[in-house]
């Protein structure tokens, strides 16, 4: 494996990543599979958000390479190289903040407006679309504070889609939900994959959703990959830090 460009949809190569003198990531290997959903897990603070946020620009590696669909994007220097990356990628961040001055339809539609030129009718056809897919035709018109947690987190999924993007990596998506929300956020990035064969990262400390969701599973530890396998062989690990991560 040298610098050839990998078969997997997604590729971490020896990624490092120091603030100052705390080195979070030293030496992260980890390939994400087209059409498939990889769970990370790993305990707060251990580099997850960081290593995802490297996938989209918010953070660049010190040392190593992040392929993204046939391109090393750690080597990008412009904004210009990443726009058609933003394009196909959905990020969900955690925390999901919607714009609290706009409109359901209004924070689903933004994206449509930024990126795209489609006619505002077609547009508005959309967004219907994906309200519906959400299962929130009816919550259009409502602004986000009138929206409980769960619903917020399905608008910030809906606006995350809206561009029909080949790649999705969720941070966080069900922390602060109960868990029968929890689930019906699962549920939908399950709903996803399944009908739109979108290759997914899940970065989660829940490990409930974590099973609900993942084909393969990866936990992050000392900034390293410590384990990662099928969802199966995850469950029946025998690696001490990953059991009592899953099990307590
Ligand atoms: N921009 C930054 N500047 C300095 N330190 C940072 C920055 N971003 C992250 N860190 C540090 O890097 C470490 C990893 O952070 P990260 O947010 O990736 O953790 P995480 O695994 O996502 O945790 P959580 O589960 O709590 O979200 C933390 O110690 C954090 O303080
Ligand atoms: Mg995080």
Redesign the pocket.
């Known amino acids: 494996m040298g610098n050839e460009v990998p078969t997997a949809a997604i590729e971490f190569r020896n990624v490092h990543k120091a ?1 100052g003198e ?1 080195q ?1 990531l030293c030496g992260v290997d980890l390939e994400v599979r087209a059409g498939k959903t990889t769970v990370i897990l ?1 305990s ?8 995802v946020g490297m996938l989209v620009g918010l953070l660049r590696p010190d040392r190593g390479a992040v392929w993204l669909e046939g391109q090393d994007v750690a080597t990008f220097e412009r904004d210009d190289q990443w726009h058609p990356i933003w394009l196909r990628t959905g990020f969900l961040f ?1 925390g999901a903040a919607l714009f609290d001055s706009m409109t359901v339809a209004g924070n689903v539609a933004f994206p449509l407006r930024q990126h795209t030129r489609l006619p505002e009718a077609e547009i508005r056809s959309r967004v219907e679309e994906i309200l519906s897919w959400i299962e929130m035709e009816g919550a259009a018109d409502k602004m986000p504070s009138e929206l409980s947690g769960g619903m917020q987190k399905r608008v910030g999924l809906a606006r995350t889609i809206a561009l029909e993007p080949r790649v999705v990596i969720y941070d ?1 998506p069900t922390t602060g939900l109960d868990p029968l929300t929890s689930d019906t956020i699962s549920e939908l990035i399950r709903r996803l994959q399944g009908e739109r064969q979108v290759t997914s990262i899940v ?1 989660t ?1 829940d490990v409930r959703c974590a099973f609900r969701v993942a084909d393969r599973m990866a936990m992050i530890d000392d900034g390293r990959i410590l384990v990662a396998g099928e969802r199966e062989e995850i469950r029946h690990t025998e690696v001490p830090k990953l059991r009592s991560f899953l099990y307590g």
């Open positions: 603030f705390k979070v790993g707060s603070g251990c580099g997850k958000s960081v290593l955690q966080e970065v400390h």
